[in-house]
C-alpha cells in the first residue's frame, strides 16, 4: 500500500500517524522529496525576477532581435 503525506519538519524530525487500514505493518520506506520547498522557492524567485533590472534589460534585447524578424514572411 502507497500512502502519501505531506508532513513538516521540526527539530529536523517529522511524525508521521499512519491510517488505521496500515494494520501491522512492521516496515515502511520514508522517501525525503523537498520538491514542494523548491517549486515555492522558484516562484519566488521569478516574482523576483519581473522586477530585476538586468534580467529586464536582458528580456528587452531579445524582444528587439524578434522584433526585427518579425516581419519577415517565408
Do not use: W
Request: aromatic share 6%.
Amino acid at each position: 500500500m502507497t500512502y502519501r503525506q505531506i508532513c513538516i519538519v521540526e527539530n529536523n524530525q517529522v511524525v508521521i500517524t499512519l491510517p488505521p487500514n496500515f494494520g501491522n505493518t512492521q516496515k515502511v520506506t520514508v522517501t525525503k522529496d523537498d520538491l514542494v520547498d523548491s517549486r515555492t522557492q522558484k516562484l519566488a524567485q521569478l516574482k523576483e525576477a519581473a522586477k530585476d533590472p538586468l534580467f529586464l534589460a536582458d528580456i528587452s534585447e531579445i524582444q528587439k532581435d524578434f522584433d526585427l524578424i518579425d516581419n519577415e514572411t517565408l
